[in-house]
């Protein structure tokens, strides 16, 4: 089956790397260091926000980088690079962070906005990571989220799939998985 561009995926286009500036090419850019994403001790919140947040020009460890979507800090994008020597190398892949006002005793909800074949991601973008779900812990950084995103993309967990037919495919005949995964990753992550 193909897709084009234009078509339109949980209500929201397709989003490919052109869509959007790399953070990390310009000073200034709004690319930040997840690590500092804690939340501010109880009533030491400045102006009422949960979260603080530091700027840098460089994208975080493992090709991960996210931001505030304007000035709404409970709504990030952030930009994952496919890790070298996975099926995903080379592609660009974008998803949204939203934050509860519960943060962080709450996890983050993360979505993929960048169509990917991957037997832990459905087509919603919606990510079948433990973390993110019942093991999330408030110690927990935005980087280290990203982090395990970023590891899931080199090691899928095809005993714990979101998309049963690609983790079969998976296991029983790799090559062809590797094969779509990387057309895919062509496609709509390039």
């Not at 603080?52 to 505030?68: F, H, K, R, T, V």
Request: hydrophobic share 30%.
């Amino acid at each position: 089956m193909e897709f084009s561009r234009q078509e339109y995926w949980s209500g929201e286009p397709f989003l490919s790397p052109g869509d959007f500036p790399n953070p990390g090419t310009k000073p200034g850019s709004p690319t930040v260091q997840a690590d500092s994403l804690q939340p501010e001790p109880p009533g030491k919140q400045g102006n009422g926000t949960p979260l603080q947040y530091s700027c840098l020009e460089n994208p975080i460890d493992g090709g991960a980088c996210a931001g505030p979507k304007g000035d709404n800090i409970y709504e990030w994008r952030s930009t994952i690079l496919g890790p070298p020597g996975s099926v995903y190398e080379g592609g660009v892949f974008f998803l949204d962070i939203t934050f509860s006002p519960d943060y962080p005793f709450k996890p983050p909800k993360v979505t993929f906005r960048t169509r990917i074949y991957h037997c832990n991601i459905n087509s919603q973008g919606v990510i079948c990571l433990d973390i993110l779900k019942d093991n999330w812990s408030p110690a927990l950084t935005i980087s280290k989220v990203l982090l395990s995103i970023c590891s899931l993309l080199t090691d899928c967990n095809p005993a714990d799939p979101l998309v049963g037919s690609i983790a079969t495919q998976y296991m029983t005949n790799r090559a062809e998985h590797d094969r779509m995964a990387r057309q895919w990753t062509k496609r709509y992550a390039t």
